[in-house]
């Protein structure tokens, strides 16, 4: 059956999902400038460093350079039929839906939910840089949701570009069975184009077109002829290893075509076996069109990938299948939340079957209940354009739906399916917020509730003791961003405390603990009683709790409330009142009483077992440590590791990177508090560093007291 609705513009088969993801200030939103400027969807070139990038629309990314969240477009391209050279979907105009994604580690849910929807992704890499930190955890995220990836090694134009280096790192430090298919001809001053692999042909992009939009296609010379047989030989041995048809065919010793190798390059690559390499600069228009024939000849289709699968909401052991098709059930995935001040709520989702109409009904799995769809919307950055229809395959966002919120299912009605949502990481940083005036507590709560909505990784609570409001992200750069945004947005004055780190407490060795709540004031009383073992769990197993009780010392209908008591417990710990991680809790045993007994007194008697028995378990205080990277100039070399060790930093590594030493260490979060301004004074603003969320580790002794005095005030 043909899965394509006839109404739709495209077919699935002409129809590619990317993401553009990479360590920050690695080319993203320049390479997506590129290509939404030589797809005719702009028609003037904007850059990043002028504000004037198509996708950093928010003022916040215009003013500071960076991308903060992930901007959707549409554009469409088509190969250009050229002599000599073989393109698998030559002639045929294809929909592209990109995703550009940051860079930046506090805003990496933006790249979580981004690539559990796409189909494919251009990974970015910088041509002197190399793998960096953030482009480990972006490759990581697109690893577990098995999303195929080209390589792009951009800024090949910069002084100290080395396109074999990155290649060689991408294979060790990724472990990435990577080849090359579009080898940069020349480097730094002297780019000039890319070496065709597979097609064995030169095509130089022309320096009198200073938008690069012209290029040609020319015979090999002799020493590039011979370096490109080479790199062929090395392409067709690598794929016959890791594609069973192109491999049988190879050991025959039968003729190989171009059409032959692009296939095996395509199948490979959708089968997460292979990543094609590329190299050019997107800054000086050099390598854009011809990745984008990459794009389409080996990233795949919403066809090309296998099928989404669901669960049963009532019964996670049974898997729902949903076809990409447009003649099945509407089911789709909310990925993205976003107050718009025209439109008001925007929901983001990703159509998996089905197709949906403007004014269709849709129903939500979890809230099990329906909302009606107001508006299609085809998102083009900050623009929005009216659609009255979303077919399987599609991106786009609705208006309409006031109990949506990342990662729901939407479907259609009676169609009980949930679809995997994408997870996210833990806040690591606090800070308190509150309104200037009473006028403005009101909209402050609106604007906090409307933000943690949006945005997964940042939460709000309110401290019980001081009844301060805590707002919670990922790191200083995200707070700072929230913060302005309740500012400008919503118009609200607040002020701010200095951040706070997000602590956690765990345990060192088994303990056995009990409590017991007797109060009898007249008339009918309290009466609980628990006793219950700790010891330490599996790390990131979080808390677990098991009922080892027998012969019903405590009563079936309480054990549900000794269960939450015991959980409840873990929210505050006994060294500094942080929450406690990674414990195993057993419940052994107690008593009740026939008439005083109930769920609260077995809940307040398993929050006093729990107490005792953390305070016997070897308490310890936690706190997050980041892998940071130093890229610094080698005369300050010196100055930096002195600065990381005064900070408590552990030197993991150093490397030589031409006249640049690349300075990794461990540091606690605590310490990194205003770190750029300091590596920027020791190097004379020539360094700049990376740093991502690594793991926990025991705070040592002499600092923790400190740390619970400033917890108490």
């Known amino acids: 059956m043909n899965p394509n609705h006839p109404d739709r513009p495209y077919t699935l088969e002409r129809t590619r999902n990317i993401g553009i993801a990479a360590h920050i200030d690695a080319g993203k939103t320049t390479l997506t400038e590129r290509i939404?400027?030589?797809?005719?969807?702009?028609?003037?070139?904007?850059?990043?460093?002028?504000?004037?990038?198509?996708?950093?629309?928010?003022?916040?990314?215009?003013?500071?350079?960076?991308?903060?969240?992930?901007?959707?477009?549409?554009?469409?391209?088509?190969?250009?039929?050229?002599?000599?050279?073989?393109?698998?979907?030559?002639?045929?105009?294809?929909?592209?839906?990109?995703?550009?994604?940051?860079?930046?580690?506090?805003?990496?849910?933006?790249?979580?939910r981004s690539l559990r929807v796409l189909d494919g992704a251009i990974v970015v890499f910088c041509g002197v840089a190399g793998v960096q930190p953030q482009t480990e955890t972006v490759w990581r995220q697109a690893t577990k949701y098995k999303v195929p990836r080209i390589v792009f090694v951009n800024k090949m134009d910069r002084t100290g570009a080395d396109f074999e280096n990155v290649f060689r790192e991408i294979k060790e430090k990724l472990g990435a069975n990577a080849v090359r298919i579009l080898i940069p001809i020349g480097c730094e001053e002297h780019l000039k184009g890319q070496i065709d692999v597979v097609n064995q042909v030169?095509?130089?992009?022309?320096?009198?077109?200073?938008?690069?939009?012209?290029?040609?296609?020319?015979?090999?010379?002799?020493?590039?002829?011979?370096?490109?047989?080479?790199?062929?030989?090395?392409?067709?041995?690598?794929?016959?290893?890791?594609?069973?048809?192109?491999?049988?065919?190879?050991?025959?010793?039968?003729?190989?075509?171009?059409?032959?190798?692009?296939?095996?390059?395509?199948?490979?690559?959708?089968a997460n076996k292979l990543v094609p390499v590329a190299g050019g600069s997107a800054f000086k228009n050099k390598g854009v069109q011809y990745l984008l024939d990459a794009v389409i000849d080996y990233l795949p289709s919403p066809l090309d990938i296998p099928f989404a699968t669901g669960m049963d909401p009532e019964n996670h052991e049974i898997t729902i299948e949903v076809p990409t098709t447009d003649n099945a059930k509407f089911t789709a995935l909310a990925f993205k939340l976003w107050a718009d001040k025209f439109v008001g709520k925007l929901v983001f989702f990703r159509v998996y079957s089905g197709v949906v109409r403007k004014g269709d009904t849709v129903y939500n799995p979890r809230t099990r209940k329906s909302e009606r769809v107001g508006r299609l919307i085809r998102i083009q950055a900050d623009e929005h354009k009216d659609i009255d229809a979303c077919f399987a395959g599609d991106i786009a966002a609705m208006v309409g739906l006031k109990n949506a919120t990342t990662g729901d299912t939407l479907a259609a009605e009676g169609h009980d399916v949930v679809l995997e949502p994408p997870t996210f990481p833990e806040p690591v940083i606090s800070m308190a917020v509150e309104p200037r005036t009473k006028a403005d507590q009101e909209k402050l709560v609106m604007a906090l509730a409307r933000l943690s909505e949006e945005d997964p990784t940042f939460m709000v609570k309110t401290d019980e003791e001081t009844g301060q409001t805590i707002i919670s992200g990922m790191g200083e750069l995200h707070l700072e961003i929230i913060v302005d945004r309740i500012k400008r947005e919503f118009k609200v004055d607040a002020n701010t405390g200095a951040p706070q780190i997000s602590y956690r407490e765990t345990i060192t060795k088994p303990a056995g603990g009990e409590g017991k709540l007797v109060k009898q004031s007249g008339g009918r009383g309290q009466y609980g009683h628990v006793i219950l073992s700790v010891k330490p769990n599996e790390s990131g197993k979080g808390v677990t709790v098991e009922n080892k009780t027998v012969g019903g010392s405590i009563p079936k209908e309480y054990i549900n409330s000794v269960i939450k008591g015991c959980r409840e417990a873990t929210i505050n710990g006994v060294v500094a009142g942080y929450p406690v991680i990674d414990l195993h809790v057993d419940i052994l045993d107690g008593s009740f009483?026939?008439?005083?007994?109930?769920?609260?007194?077995?809940?307040?008697?398993?929050?006093?077992?729990?107490?005792?028995?953390?305070?016997?378990?070897?308490?310890?205080?936690?706190?997050?440590?980041?892998?940071?990277?130093?890229?610094?100039?080698?005369?300050?070399?010196?100055?930096?590791?002195?600065?990381?060790?005064?900070?408590?930093?552990?030197?993991?590594?150093?490397?030589?990177?031409?006249?640049?030493?690349?300075?990794?260490?461990?540091?606690?979060?605590?310490?990194?508090?205003?770190?750029?301004?300091?590596?920027?004074?020791?190097?004379?603003?020539?360094?700049?560093?990376?740093?991502?969320?690594?793991?926990?580790?025991?705070?040592?002794?002499?600092?923790?007291?400190?740390?619970?005095?400033?917890?108490?005030?």
């Open 36 to 112: 939404l400027f030589y797809t005719g969807m702009i028609h003037k070139i904007g850059e990043v460093h002028d504000g004037a990038a198509t996708t950093d629309w928010m003022e916040q990314e215009r003013e500071r350079g960076i991308t903060i969240t992930s901007a959707a477009v549409t554009t469409e391209w088509w190969q250009r039929e050229e002599e000599n050279v073989t393109k698998l979907y030559g002639g045929e105009k294809q929909r592209i839906n990109i995703i550009d994604t940051p860079g930046h580690v506090d805003f990496t849910a933006e790249v979580e």
């Open 202 to 270: 030169a095509v130089y992009y022309s320096d009198d077109d200073k938008f690069g939009s012209t290029y040609t296609v020319a015979d090999l010379d002799e020493t590039q002829a011979a370096f490109a047989k080479a790199a062929y030989a090395e392409l067709v041995y690598t794929v016959s290893d890791c594609d069973e048809i192109l491999g049988e065919k190879f050991l025959m010793e039968e003729e190989i075509t171009r059409d032959d190798l692009k296939q095996a390059i395509r199948r490979a690559t959708i």
């Open 593 to 713: 009483h026939e008439v005083d007994s109930n769920e609260n007194a077995f809940a307040m008697a398993a929050i006093f077992a729990m107490r005792d028995g953390l305070r016997n378990a070897g308490p310890i205080l936690l706190e997050p440590i980041m892998a940071v990277e130093v890229s610094t100039p080698d005369d300050y070399q010196g100055d930096v590791m002195g600065d990381l060790n005064r900070r408590r930093g552990q030197i993991q590594s150093m490397e030589s990177k031409g006249t640049f030493s690349i300075v990794r260490a461990n540091v606690p979060l605590k310490e990194m508090f205003g770190y750029s301004t300091a590596v920027r004074t020791l190097s004379s603003g020539r360094a700049s560093y990376a740093m991502t969320p690594s793991h926990f580790e025991q705070v040592p002794n002499n600092i923790v007291e400190a740390i619970a005095v400033d917890r108490v005030a």
